[in-house]
């Protein structure tokens, strides 16, 4: 079906919606499991809305948390969210995605440990919520850009990628170099714990390279060809990680990135999903490593954002209606809980239904099909979201509106956060990066 803007005003024109297209959206009038208690392993969350990881790229130039990044972690610190999962943060200088991208070091340890306390101090005075925190780990791979200047470091050519602007050969990067990333993951899950943080993410999705690399299916040597070699990087970084720390580990994994093989993750050759390899690396990761929760989500931002985020307005028109990508999102993740019940998921894609996001998160919770509901752009937009659907008065007058400027923010080379909801401080640096790109 045809590209749709969010026209709804009730939960059953939603419903009514769904069914005239034919899928199925698990909706719930009873928002109370969202607020319920969960526990994985020693891990105890006060209830099952948690903030995604979503790049300010307002960090100093050595790695830091800037002011605007401090201001945006006191706000999800109010925000009544039971995990708080912190944005990327690269492991070493190279796989920075900007000259602003969080970096954790000796050095600057003691900025996030005050970060970290200011946000439980924050949140237990004024939620009485002490949230569970998890600090994403990166490698940005074709996306770094470390001095503002884009700086690919590829698992191969991608011609679904480079069409506009191929990549040179040299810009691959070795077995030799890749096999030294497990230490680097290792060093920054040892800070991240010394920070005070509960868990550590390795990022493994939207294209990055550890995501990139497991579709590699046309590189040679001990990364690529192979699904053992395609997945040997995310397995070497996530046992390095989980040797290195007490913080538990964990992961933010695209199962789908929506690209025909040979270039597609969790895709056959027309692109469609095909989730035989995701399911059994989620096999590896949960049973033979005994990692227990895992975030899902499909697509790549970059390329084809209406998978991963359902959109009103954004780059170009989606070819489809958005209830079908927030529908496929809820499927893929289904299917991995259906397979693993005793892992723990977090689910993503559901800001694109504003006001009924949290109906859509509840009933993936009642159904079965996930067991703590992830909100990124909504938390930009609406820092109290979760404070607000667990006392039952969400108001979606501060709801996200799926319009797409945070990334185009982002991508402009500026900060990220809500034009829309925060335009006191973000309008006046859209108009500087966005707008003023597009008058020159």
Known sequence: MVHERFTYHTLDEVRERSKTMKITLPLSDDLSVLGSRFTVGKTVFQNRLAIQPMEGCDGTSDGRPGELSIRRYHRFARSGAGLIWAEATAVCPEGRANPRQWMLTDDNLDDYRRLVEDIRRIAQTETGIEPV?????THSGRYSKPDGIPAPLIARNNPLFETANPIDDDRIVSDEYLSRLPEAFARSARLADQAGFDGVDIKACHGYLMNELLAAHTRPGQYGGSFENRTRLFVDCCQAAKSATDAFVTSRMSIYDGFPLPYGWGADADGNPDLAEPLELIRWFHEK??????????????????????????PYMPPEHPLEGVARMCDCISQVKRQFPSLSVVCSGMSYLRGFSGNLAAGMIDSGA???????????????????????????????????????????????????????????LYQGSVKGSAAK
Do not use: W
């Not at 979760?386 to 799926?402: E, N, Q, Y």
């Open 289 to 314: 490593s005994g990692l227990s929760l895992l975030d899902i989500t499909i697509g790549n931002p970059y390329v084809n954002p209406h998978v991963n985020r359902p959109y009103d307005n954004g």
């Open 133 to 137: 925190l998890v600090l994403q780990l």
């Open 370 to 428: 996930a067991d703590i509901a992830g909100f990124g752009r909504m938390a930009f937009a609406y820092p109290d979201f979760a404070r607000d659907l667990l006392k039952g008065s969400f108001d979606p007058k501060r709801s996200c509106i799926a319009c797409g400027k945070c990334s185009e923010m982002m991508r402009a080379g500026s900060v990220a956060g809500c034009v829309i909801r925060d335009k006191d401080v973000y309008l006046p």
